[in-house]
């Protein structure tokens, strides 16, 4: 892990505009879904093994749950080790580059990886600091805001 800590922040709740690797563009959170915006890196050893489990649950889940990650671009060797990981690992999943450290001080990413989770009505519910499995992504998922 990069470093020990890492805590919500006002300017998490705040909808943010951003374009997935591909040219996608995205709204965090997005309203009228649960969203889950996890960032990582291509060297990080947790992120090798959540992410394709991520990619799993995003193909099981994208109509009903928004999934972004960040992958924090500015701490890497190079962009292209960024596309080298997402071929090798066969991932899909949307993808938000940050290059010049945006996301990661907005959020004050501190350590890799990170995951914020927001409920349907676009509020942050958790913040996981650290790895983050399959069943914690699908009970997150599952809970429904009482009304």
Known sequence: ?????????????????????????????????????????????????????????????????QLITVNLTSQEKSKESVSRFLKEYHLTLPVVLDPDGRFMNLYRIVTIPTTYLYNE??????????????DQLHSWSAKKIPR
């Not at 300017?11 to 965090?28: C, N, P, S």
């Not at 009505?121 to 399959?134: C, H, Q, R, W």
Request: proline content about 8%; glycine content about 6%; hydrophobic content about 35%.
């Open 121 to 134: 009505d676009g509020k942050l519910e958790n913040v996981i600091v650290g790895p983050m499995t399959s």
């Open 1 to 65: 892990m990069l470093f020990l800590i890492s805590w919500p922040v006002e300017a998490a709740q705040a909808e943010i505009h951003a374009t997935t690797i591909d040219g996608g563009k995205m709204i965090i959170p997005e309203k009228g879904k649960k969203t889950a915006v996890h960032f990582w890196t291509s060297w990080c050893p947790p992120c090798k093994e959540e992410l394709p489990q991520f990619q799993k649950f995003y193909e099981e889940n994208k109509n009903r749950t």
